[in-house]
Nanobody, 123 residues
Framework: QVQLVESGGGLAQAGGSLRLSCVAS???????MGWFRQAPGKEREFVAA?????????YYIDSVKGRFTISRDNAKNTAYLQMNSLKPEDTAVYYC????????????????WGQGTRVTVPS
């Protein structure tokens, strides 16, 4: 069983940065980690994912490539999402998730989810 707790969300100006953290209650070494987001009135969408172990495989949704960076520190049981050059369209609740399957962009493949952290980028 893995419990995930996100933090680091808040209000950021357009062009600014935030760093989201996802701390797991258990070891995340064997799990792929993903970040998803849900904007008001929209469905949850994939943002980024990183493979387990050394994090050698990484996926991003096209809209965040070059701006967001996903990483993990297995020793700290923590995954991160560094968000730079934020845009108003990044406004959403961001969720961290863990999957025992190979790294994937598919939400239903993730067994464990955090409660989410809100990111707001005013226009």
């Amino acid at each position: 069983q893995v419990q995930l707790v996100e933090s680091g969300g808040g209000l950021a100006q357009a062009g600014g940065s935030l760093r989201l953290s996802c701390v797991a209650s258990g070891r995340i070494y064997g799990y792929a980690m993903g970040w998803f987001r849900q904007a008001p009135g929209k469905e949850r969408e994939f943002v980024a994912a990183i493979s387990w172990s050394d994090g050698s495989t990484i996926y991003y949704i096209d809209s965040v490539k070059g701006r967001f960076t996903i990483s993990r520190d297995n020793a700290k049981n923590t995954a991160y999402l560094q968000m730079n050059s934020l845009k108003p369209e990044d406004t959403a609740v961001y969720y961290c998730a863990a999957s025992s399957r190979p790294v994937t962009q598919v939400a239903r493949m993730y067994e464990y989810w955090g409660q989410g952290t809100r990111v707001t980028v005013p226009s």
